[in-house]
């Protein structure tokens, strides 16, 4: 019968305790932001003709196969420092000064929202588009080889149109806005 090891109190010897201190900076793990900071840190050095597309590909891949900080620092080790960095973002704080917008851009937004405010309007209209064009297509087949080809176009105008109508059912398209 074994007996568990007493601890320091009962006359046994003392346990390590654990370390309370933080881990190194480069040892704490990285997540999404960090892992896009560093590739697209690799994509600046490509535009600016410091790295091949080739090792690009290779650091990317090694980017996203890293797990802590100090398994990006290799990486980008032979690379200047960037630029600018990008600006650390900003949470529960008051939104920055606002900026005013040129004249000449504040005219255009109302006829920009008049045209492509409605984006349903816009998908349906796409979708008849190329719901035609394969109509077109399936008749031009089935007169040309003298009988009645397979309906192929469903596929096509059944999927995407459900999509949109489920879209068009939830999206309140046709109700008053609320102002």
Excluded: C, K
């Amino acid at each position: 019968m074994t007996h568990p090891d007493p601890g320091p109190d009962q006359g046994g010897p003392a346990q390590p305790a654990q370390a309370s201190t933080p881990a190194p900076a480069l040892q704490i793990r990285i997540g999404t932001a960090e892992r896009e900071a560093a590739v697209e840190r690799l994509h600046t050095a490509v535009g600016e003709g410091r790295l091949d597309v080739a090792e690009f590909d290779e650091r990317v891949a090694q980017v996203y196969v890293a797990r802590t900080a100090g398994d990006l620092v290799p990486i980008t080790a032979d690379l200047p420092p960037a630029a600018r960095p990008a600006p650390a973002p900003r949470t529960g704080a008051a939104p920055g000064p606002r900026v005013p917008v040129p004249q000449s851009t504040a005219a255009r937004v109302p006829a920009a929202r008049q045209r492509g405010g409605n984006w349903l309007f816009w998908a349906w209209r796409v979708w008849a588009t190329a719901v035609t064009i394969n109509l077109v297509i399936w008749l031009a087949v089935s007169l040309s080889s003298g009988d009645w080809v397979y309906f192929w176009p469903m596929w096509v105008a059944g999927p995407w149109g459900a999509v949109l109508l489920v879209n068009t059912a939830f999206s309140g398209a046709g109700r008053p806005r609320r102002r």
